[in-house]
């Protein structure tokens, strides 16, 4: 992104946390097609009858933004930080409804009853996974504030720098620390 419509962004966040209520719908129009390439990032590791697209995603993670009156927006990568975040909660939101539904219920059929426990074990993984940042936001917050900013919203690690005032170095440490502390989380649960 350029560094004219960077700063474009900065200061449409600072107006709408100032309470200017036009800067957040002037704002969408800038950030919309990254934030759609945003959801498409998430969505492609989803199974493939997922019933979420990309704009409906976005669509919701911008009703859950408009709902942040309390926020100071510093830049935009803490916009795409929060933003990430938000898609996450929808995903998780979506999966937990799906696991809460009757087993098989509108499901594909199909012969082989693996692919069916496939799709329902992708949802079961979305939610452990959830839980599993929970935990390591309980014992390291920094820790699984990187791993939402690099995974879910897809910052680079200077970008996860300057949202978080650490170094790069830093990033990297607790990023790959934060990695390992899931793998074994989430081999718990296997």
Known sequence: METNSTSLITQRLVAW???DAEALEGLMQIVYDELRRLAKHYL???????????????????????????????NRAHFFG????????????????????????????????????LYQRQDEQIVELDEALTRLREKDSRKSDVV????????????TA??????????????????????????KND
Request: charged residues 25%.
């Open 82 to 117: 929060v933003a990430a975040q938000m898609m996450r909660r929808v995903l998780v939101d979506h999966a937990r409804a799906n696991c809460r539904a009757k087993r098989g219920g509108g499901a594909y059929k199909l012969s082989l009853e693996d692919t069916m426990n």
């Open 17 to 19: 946390s100032n309470g």
């Open 44 to 74: 492609r590791s989803e199974r493939p009858d997922h019933t979420l697209q990309p704009t409906a995603l976005v669509h919701e993670a911008y009703l859950r933004l408009t709902g942040q009156n309390q926020v100071h927006w510093q």
């Open 148 to 159: 939402e900013l690099r995974y879910f919203g897809g910052l680079s690690v200077e970008e």
């Open 162 to 187: 300057e949202v978080l005032g650490i170094s790069c170095n830093t990033v990297m440490r607790d990023w790959n620390m934060a990695k390992a502390w899931l793998y074994q989380e989430l081999k």
